[in-house]
């Protein structure tokens, strides 16, 4: 079995990532697993530099094949917010309470027809020599006006997949791999892990 190591400290993304990864050959391997990996700020203005940076220090770190993703919300009545900034949205401390809270307010007074938004999803796997694919995915939503479920994490019960009339939150954990931004990129990596 080889080692892939996920290069996130979110707990929520490394189980879904985990999970999806199950029974592909590889053991999977959280930033946990390495306490002195270098901090890396994502700097990037595009979800795919940022997650070709955090891939490629993580896997000079480690030595290691590694994966890391950078994803977010794109609202178009916001003109793309929060976009690579959704998990800083409130500021470099915030957490998805706070992000969400802000969401909302943005979007305080958009009418249900104008709440479009997309969460999308980059991911990229480095092997040990520094070669970087990318690998993307789009789920397609709309903007609650208030939180709904308890499950997933970020802004997941404020997106709605009108084909199931349920937030994300509200979604089991595997119909929600299956159909999610990061389920569909993750499908193209394992393709190409077992290429």
Known sequence: MS?????TGNKGKLREITRLLEGSGY??????AFPDA???????????ANACKKATVIANHTGLLTLADDSGLVVEALDGEPGVHSARYAGAEATD??????????MRGVPPEKRQAAFRCVMALV?????????DGELKGVILEQPQGEGGFGYDPLFLLREYGQSLAELPLDLKNRVSHRGQALKKVITALEG
């Open 38 to 48: 270098p901090e890396i700020v994502e700097d990037g203005d595009t979800f795919a």
């Open 3 to 7: 080692d892939l190591v996920v290069a």
């Open 27 to 32: 053991r999977v391997l959280g930033l946990d």
């Open 97 to 106: 309470a706070d992000n969400n809270q802000k969401l909302l307010a943005e």
């Open 127 to 135: 092997d040990p020599d520094g070669n970087c694919q990318t690998f």
